[in-house]
T-cell receptor, first 113, second 116 residues
Framework: SQELEQSPQSLIVQEGKNLTINCTSS?????LYWYKQKYGEGLIFLMM?????EEKSHEKITAKLDEKKQQSSLHITASQPSHAGIYLC?????????????FGKGTKLSVIP | NAGVMQNPRHLVRRRGQEARLRCSPM?????VYWYRQLPEEGLKFMVY????????ESGMPKERFSAEFPKEGPSILRIQQVVRGDSAAYFC??????????????FGPGTRLTVT
């Protein structure tokens, strides 16, 4: 089974609506990274969370880390067409040598004007 | 400060040929990571390198794939005798720190390899 599950797999929202993307790990997290990928392009770093309960915001995007549940959520407020893309969460697992990122399969977000 | 650079952006190879993918990390970054994104799958870690050293290649296929990060010049991911299953997007990332630092990894735009 997948170590890192993202949900939903895809999401279509009307411009101006709020939305949430979830990322759940089956193993203990050392750090959780959120990236955005536009189709056919590279990854853009959004945020990194390390401590349980940590919450970070950048413009209209907020990410939280629930350490007990080994889960992170990415929330977008008042979505815009520019938010469209594929959102990836990447996990850094604790333990010796477990520094390489393990990624979820991504959530494809479409925003309808 | 230029970001992570990868070239070529697109590469087409026939089965049996060699593919060489290059990655120049961000200025000041001495840690490089290679990932592969197969169609309809998530990014998978391949290898982690520092200058002149391979630190972890646990994600690399055992045969045909090799990586290096020489003292001078870019990091190179080399795929010998390519097969159709090697068709994927290959991403390079770099960070200033290494294990345990929690530094974010900055990704390049990727090289899309197509094997015909």
């Amino acid at each position: 089974s997948q170590e890192l599950e993202q949900s939903p797999q895809s999401l279509i929202v009307q411009e101006g609506k709020n939305l949430t993307i979830n990322c759940t790990s089956s193993k203990t997290l050392y750090g959780l990274y959120w990236y955005k990928q536009k189709y056919g392009e590279g990854l853009i770093f959004l945020m990194m969370l390390q401590k349980g309960g940590e919450e970070k915001s950048h413009e209209k995007i907020t990410a939280k880390l629930d350490e007990k549940k080994q889960q992170s959520s990415l929330h977008i407020t008042a979505s815009q067409p520019s938010h469209a893309g594929i959102y990836l969460c990447g996990a850094e697992y604790s333990g010796a040598g477990s520094y390489q990122l393990t990624f979820g399969k991504g959530t494809k977000l479409s925003v309808i004007p | 400060n230029a970001g992570v650079m990868q070239n070529p952006r697109h590469l087409v190879r026939r089965r049996g040929q060699e593919a060489r993918l290059r990655c120049s990390p961000m200025k000041g970054h001495s840690h490089v990571y290679w990932y592969r994104q197969l169609p309809e799958e998530g990014l998978k870690f391949m290898v982690y390198l520092q200058k002149e050293n391979i630190i972890d290649e646990s994600g690399m296929p055992k045969e045909r794939f090799s990586a290096e990060f020489p003292k001078e010049g870019p990091s190179i991911l080399r795929i010998q005798q390519v097969v159709r299953g090697d068709s994927a997007a290959y991403f390079c990332a770099s960070s200033p720190g290494g294990p345990g630092w929690g530094d974010e990894q900055y990704f390049g735009p990727g090289t899309r390899l197509t094997v015909t």
